[in-house]
């Protein structure tokens, strides 16, 4: 018997076979001693595995086993969780995005009007500059009093502010 | 519906529940659902700790998918797909279903089966149920993940060629060659068992 033929008499047991061989594997069955041999082991091998799959017995209670599914289902992402419920984040997301970067853009304006800023702690120092170059970076000593020392470089829109309160003070406020 | 209810609700009314969000109605479909979606895990991964692992992620993508179910099967067997896939993935990364030996290439293309003999008794005849069940478990043991997986496929899920062809993306020829072999050792291995019990 070749393999196609044992094949094809594998498919005839499943059902599996197109009805025009049908006939064939039929008429091989009925002549072929050893392909009804064959048949028969592969049908009695069908026949216990389809009634006897092993029965495995579930290690774990109910409880335990939930709990740990639980868990990771509330650790997804909300968009993750069901697409069937209406998730206020996703649409208060791009808000907050816009929000965000209009406070952003708005502090930079502040930031670079020295008029604006008159009630914070940069505003009240009377600068001493040690650089007249508009684009320069300047250095400013504090008033006497105040014990501070602001450092301000327009190109790259930096500003440090230090308090000499200790002497090993670091730069308390950067904008 | 209340948690009282769950347990004399249809399956098909805790998935309506449980797409709503109901968590309730979810744990209620997993202790219903929970002991077949394990076993088919242990069957196809010979692991209980990967069983485990991998019926939770399918609990977990059950959720995630459910409104994807459409009711054209039963929920059980629905269940049953994620799980197979799951367990087929794990199998995948592992390469433990992949042509790894000159040995398993004959098996696929038909030489090693056709050296064995016909086994022309019964090995499953006369046996207590639970000592056939057990025998099985067995012989399914000493199988390669390939062929153990195509006849956990077909006997136990009753899946056809095609469908296993999909799952296991190979060949519907490679299907029925796995098929061929598993069969014809799981008969040898039953009888070879039969014998170290007398």
Known sequence: MTTEQQLKLQAYLDGELPERETRKVELLLQDDVEAAKLFAELKNTRQALAENEPQIKFPESREFYWSKIAQRIQKLEPEEVSETNFNWRRLLWPIS??????????????????????????????????????????????????????????????????????????????? | MSGKDFPNATDETLVRAARRGDMGAFEELVARHRDKIFARAVSMMRNEDDAIDLSQ???????????????????????????????????????????????????????????????????????????????????LAQLTDAHRTVLVLHEFERMEYKEISKAMDCSIGTVMSRLFYARRKMAALLVELKKEKL
Do not use: H
Not at chain 1, 130 to 141: H, L, Y
Not at chain 2, 103 to 127: A, F, I, Y
């Open chain 2, 57 to 139: 992620e399918a609990w977990v993508k059950g959720w995630q998918r459910l409104k994807q179910f459409q009711f054209e099967s039963s929920f059980a067997t629905w269940m049953t797909r994620i799980v197979i896939n799951l367990c087929l993935d794990q199998l995948r990364r592992q390469k433990r279903v992949r042509v790894e030996s000159i040995e398993m290439l004959d098996e696929e293309s038909g030489g090693v089966e056709k050296q064995m003999p016909v086994v022309t008794v019964n090995p499953t005849e006369r046996l207590e149920r639970n000592e056939l069940r057990a025998r099985i478990d067995l012989a």
């Open chain 1, 97 to 175: 995005l816009t929000a965000g970067a209009i406070a952003v853009c708005f502090l930079a304006v502040i930031l670079q009007n020295p008029a604006a800023n008159k009630s914070d702690a940069i505003a009240s120092i009377s600068p001493t500059s040690i650089s007249t170059d508009v684009d320069a970076p300047v250095v400013e000593s504090a008033q006497a009093d105040s014990e501070a020392m602001t450092y301000e470089d327009k190109s790259d829109g930096t500003t440090l502010v230090w308090f000499s309160a200790d002497e090993n003070s670091a730069p308390i406020k950067t904008f």
